[in-house]
């Protein structure tokens, strides 16, 4: 038996994160294109799974159009790199940006059609840190070759 049909895209709505503050990892940091061929820088950040709060796993965007003179808003993408832990005044490319912990601070309104929308207001620098601890080279144990099953 044969299935047919007609293609369909998707229908993708974006959860509403709940205003508050959320510890979260930089997941990315680009410039894209979209469809229509205008510029735009997007952050993608992950509500950390490792801290006890609300919506872990959530991923959380905030983009930045250009204007109408092809310029970002600088001094905003700017605040987002100090509270990724870029130095004041030091240069720094969005890729370096990423695996960053931060404080994302969501503020939301409500639409003239009634629909309720999250945005990012603003960014700070965690207050868990990151809580991944490198390895110490002096911590490990010598390995000794056979106990290698291979």
Do not use: W
Not at 15 to 40: H, L, Q, T, W
Not at 56 to 77: E, H, M
Not at 83 to 102: F, I, K, M, T
């Amino acid at each position: 038996m044969s299935f047919y049909g007609k293609a369909s895209k998707p229908t993708i709505r974006a959860k509403i994160i709940p205003a508050g503050d959320y510890e979260c990892r930089v997941a990315s940091a680009m410039e894209r294109v979209n469809e229509d061929g205008v510029a735009f820088i997007e952050f993608q950040f992950k509500v950390r799974d490792d801290v006890d709060q609300n919506c872990k796993g959530d991923i959380i965007k905030k983009r930045f159009k250009q204007d109408a003179d092809g310029n970002y808003k600088v001094n905003k993408i700017n605040e987002f790199a100090f509270a990724c832990g870029v130095e004041e005044g030091a240069d720094y490319q969005l890729e370096e940006l990423v695996g960053s912990c931060v404080i994302v601070h969501i503020s939301c309104f409500t639409k003239d059609t009634g629909e309720k929308v999250g945005y990012v207001a603003y960014l700070n620098p965690s207050k868990v840190g990151d809580s991944a601890q490198p390895l110490n080279p002096d911590d490990l144990s010598d390995i000794n070759a056979d106990d290698i099953p291979f």
